[in-house]
């Protein structure tokens, strides 16, 4: 009986999670587990080399290198053959948020909403109770939630 799979980190929910072709009433679908596209997101969008991603996603390099491999070859399948794509499952925990005081600086992380977290706006700093805060994200501080908040509004584009 083969080993179980590691848990890959995501840092995000997608924002949309089936694709269908146009025009098409396509019964056949591929499914893209989460951390296959969290893998496509690293590699092929962020441009991040193997070892950042697989770091990144708490794997071994050849773990990641067997998810990315898998997710290529679905998408291309999909778009080949015109099937659907549904986005969900997998093998997966989401990453912490990381958020900044606006009054004190003090950093702090807080676990993602969807394991029973608050939202952004319910947090207050646990150092002064200030309810101004920025997410940390890559190094920079969103006022909106970071780029790809789950509302979908996309990045607010004030970086400090």
Not at 48 to 54: K, V, W
Not at 56 to 71: C, E, V, Y
Not at 94 to 115: G, S
Request: charged fraction near 25%; hydrophobic fraction near 30%; aromatic fraction near 4%.
């Amino acid at each position: 009986m083969p080993r179980k799979r590691c848990c890959g980190k995501i840092e995000q929910m997608p924002c949309c999670r089936r694709f269908i072709p146009e025009g098409e009433l396509s019964t056949s679908n591929v499914e893209l587990f989460l951390e296959e596209l969290e893998a496509l997101r690293l590699k092929d969008v962020a441009e991040l080399d193997q070892t950042a991603c697989s770091l990144k996603m708490g794997l071994s390099r050849t773990t990641f290198q067997r998810i990315l491999n898998s997710a290529r070859r679905k998408v291309a399948l999909a778009l080949l053959e015109g099937q659907s794509i549904s986005i969900e499952g997998g093998n997966y925990i989401m990453q912490n948020r990381t958020f900044e005081c606006v009054d004190c600086a003090h950093q702090w992380e807080e676990k993602p909403c969807t394991l029973g977290g608050k939202h952004g706006y319910e947090i207050a700093c646990p150092a002064c109770g200030s309810m101004k805060k920025s997410k940390v994200e890559n190094g920079s501080k969103h006022a909106c939630g970071g780029k790809d908040h789950e509302h979908g509004h996309g990045c607010c584009g004030n970086h400090q």
